[in-house]
């Protein structure tokens, strides 16, 4: 019983650790216009803890290769966020760098070998 108690509060310990990260993530002050912006690092750092792979693959959230959502919404899900799923990015990052990350989600492949 007691380690079934310690895991419960483990668990909510490691919940509350990355919602904390996440939400560090949103109130950070967005780069400059003109500062370099490699999207696939900032990709990874970002969202590749729920978007495996990459983007690749379904992980804590769903995969985003050859999604079937159009660009309008994957920007408004990047900026807005969904309660309880994802974070809102608005004001972590700048219009034209989520535009980067539409792109970069669009060109997404499987990996070879």
């Given at each position: 019983m007691l380690r079934q108690h310690c895991k419960t509060i483990l668990a909510g310990l490691g919940a509350s650790l990355l919602?904390?990260?996440l939400a560090q993530a949103q109130s950070a002050t967005?780069?400059?216009?003109?500062a370099a912006f490699e999207v696939e690092q900032v990709f990874?750092?970002?969202c590749g803890f729920c978007h495996s792979d990459g983007g690749r693959a379904a992980g804590?959230?769903?995969?985003?290769?050859n999604s079937p959502r159009d660009d309008d919404f994957i920007?408004?899900?990047?900026?807005?966020g969904k309660q309880g799923a994802m974070p809102a990015f608005d004001g972590a990052f700048t219009d034209a760098q989520i535009d980067q990350m539409v792109k970069y989600i669009r060109a997404l492949k499987p990996?070879?070998?």
């Amino acid at each position: 019983m007691l380690r079934q108690h310690c895991k419960t509060i483990l668990a909510g310990l490691g919940a509350s650790l990355l919602w904390a990260a996440l939400a560090q993530a949103q109130s950070a002050t967005p780069a400059p216009e003109n500062a370099a912006f490699e999207v696939e690092q900032v990709f990874a750092g970002t969202c590749g803890f729920c978007h495996s792979d990459g983007g690749r693959a379904a992980g804590k959230g769903p995969q985003l290769m050859n999604s079937p959502r159009d660009d309008d919404f994957i920007r408004n899900r990047i900026k807005q966020g969904k309660q309880g799923a994802m974070p809102a990015f608005d004001g972590a990052f700048t219009d034209a760098q989520i535009d980067q990350m539409v792109k970069y989600i669009r060109a997404l492949k499987p990996r070879e070998g």
